[in-house]
C-alpha cells in the first residue's frame, strides 16, 4: 500500500493530478477542493494516499491532508458509497463539519449533499454510529483511557473524530489538553484534529 506520494506536481486536470516522482508520473484522483489547494504546478507536494485494486483497475485517490483521507476511508465502508461519490462528498463538505453531521443526526447537511438523498444520509448515520460503538467497546474492554469531565461539547467532539477514525484513547488525551470551555464542537474538533494530523 502507497501511504503517500511526494514530487513535484506536474499537472493539474478536473478530477485528478499528476505528480512526477523521479521521471514517473502518478496519476492521482482527487476532490475538487484539494486540487484547488495542492498548489501551483512545479511546486514539490505531499500528497497522502488510498490506493485502490480492481480486477480490472488500480486507481491512486489523493488528499492533501490525514483527516480527509480518513473521512474517504470511512466513507468507502458505507453499502452503496463508491470512491467517486466518496471524492464528491470531499469537494462538498470538510471532514469536521461531515463528523458533527453524523453525531447529531443531521440529515439536512448530509442530503444536502450531491448524490445524497435521505435514506443514503440515514445509512450513512446509522453504519458509521455502529462502527464508532462497535470499536467504543473494543477499547474499553481492552485499554483504560483517560477520564474526561465530558459536557455535550466535549462529548460530540470525541464522537466526531471517532467518525473520523481516531482511537477514543488518542481523542480524549488530545482533548485533555484543549480548554474547551470557550470553544464551539467545530473548534474542540479543529483544535483536536492540528494534534491528531501530526
Known amino acids: 500500500m502507497i501511504s503517500y506520494i511526494k514530487g513535484k506536481l506536474d499537472s493539474k486536470n478536473i ?3 499528476v505528480v512526477d516522482v523521479g ?6 484522483f482527487m ?45 468507502l465502508g458505507v453499502s452503496g458509497v463508491g ?6 462528498i470531499l469537494s462538498n463538505i470538510s471532514p469536521s463539519s461531515f463528523a458533527l453531521a453524523i453525531i447529531s443526526d443531521d440529515i439536512a447537511t448530509l442530503k444536502s449533499l450531491p448524490g445524497i438523498g435521505a435514506k443514503s444520509a440515514q445509512r450513512m448515520i446509522l453504519e458509521l454510529k455502529d462502527k464508532m460503538k462497535t470499536q467504543d467497546a473494543i477499547e474499553i474492554q481492552s485499554i ?3 477520564v474526561i469531565a465530558k459536557n455535550d461539547k466535549t462529548k460530540d467532539a470525541v464522537e466526531a473524530l471517532q467518525v473520523l477514525g481516531y482511537a477514543r484513547k488518542d481523542i480524549e488525551t488530545v482533548i485533555a489538553n484543549i480548554d474547551t470551555n470557550s470553544l464551539s464542537v467545530e473548534e474542540i474538533i479543529k483544535q483536536a484534529l492540528k494534534y491528531l494530523g501530526m
Do not use: H, W
Open 23 to 28: 521521471g514517473i508520473g502518478y496519476k492521482i
Open 144 to 146: 483504560p483511557t483517560k
Open 83 to 88: 470512491a467517486k461519490s466518496a471524492l464528491t
Open 15 to 17: 478530477d485528478n493530478i
Open 31 to 75: 476532490s475538487i477542493t484539494s486540487i484547488d489547494r495542492v498548489g501551483e504546478i512545479g511546486n514539490d507536494v505531499k500528497i497522502y494516499t488510498y490506493m485502490r485494486v480492481r480486477e480490472d483497475d488500480v486507481s491512486l485517490y489523493g488528499f492533501c491532508t490525514n483527516e480527509e483521507l480518513k473521512m474517504f476511508e470511512q466513507l
